[in-house]
């Protein structure tokens, strides 16, 4: 037999011993998960608060002030949008 291949009688070895090592590691790295929980770290945010529709009031002045301010910023974006194509010659036809 060649020194470098591996017997049919020590494969099985080699899979029960690599099968060994994996859960050991797994059982250590969730030891110290569960050491984490029980500290002074802050926990994590979950996720995006949806809005409800008791939040949201269409016709409320805050919204009316964004709306406005919306409007004359796409007012002054398209204004600009416009210049920056006369001056490029672009055509939008």
């Given at each position: 037999?060649?020194?470098n291949a591996v017997s049919s009688h020590t494969l099985p070895l080699h899979i029960l011993a690599v099968s060994v090592l994996a859960?050991?590691?797994?059982?250590?790295?969730?030891?110290?998960?569960?050491?984490?929980i029980g500290s002074?770290?802050?926990?994590?945010p979950i996720g995006h608060l949806q809005p409800r529709a008791e939040n949201f009031s269409p016709q409320s002045d805050a919204n009316k002030a964004e709306?406005?301010?919306?409007?004359?910023?796409?007012?002054?974006?398209s204004?600009?949008?416009?210049?920056?194509?006369?001056?490029?010659?672009?055509c939008r036809c």
């Open positions: 037999m060649r020194p859960a050991a590691l797994l059982s250590a790295s969730t030891a110290r998960a569960d050491d984490l002074n770290v802050l926990p994590a709306q406005q301010r919306l409007h004359m910023f796409n007012a002054l974006q204004e600009q949008d416009k210049e920056l194509d006369q001056k490029l010659n672009v």
